[in-house]
């Protein structure tokens, strides 16, 4: 009984492990691409509404003079 106990705690720590693993993964096309954009951008002409002050969840661009992003970023 120890032992099914054992493994099943071990195995929890390692589902654990994997998916934060996953979430750290980066949001990238490939290595030193710039970010994806992780959300539908249809309809949605001004990135800069949410994105120069980082309103809600968005994060805030380094480069808000740079006013076309999909030219670098693309959606996922």
């Given amino acids: 009984m120890k032992r099914i106990f054992l493994f099943l705690v071990i195995f929890t720590l390692f589902a654990?492990?994997?998916?934060a693993?996953?979430?750290?993964?980066?949001?990238?096309?490939?290595?030193?691409?710039?970010?994806?954009i992780p959300?539908?951008?249809?309809?949605?002409?001004?990135?800069l509404i949410c994105h120069k002050e980082g309103v809600g969840k968005a994060v805030k661009t380094p480069h808000p003079e740079?006013?076309?992003?999909?030219?670098?970023?693309i959606a996922q």
């Avoid at 654990?16 to 998916?19: D, E, L, M």
């Avoid at 693993?21 to 994806?36: D, H, I, S, V, W």
């Avoid at 740079?66 to 970023?73: A, T």
């Fill in 21 to 36: 693993a996953e979430n750290l993964k980066p949001n990238r096309a490939f290595e030193g691409a710039p970010p994806t």
């Fill in 66 to 73: 740079r006013v076309n992003c999909d030219q670098c970023h």
């Fill in 39 to 47: 959300h539908s951008v249809e309809g949605m002409d001004d990135c």
């Fill in 16 to 19: 654990i492990g994997f998916a």
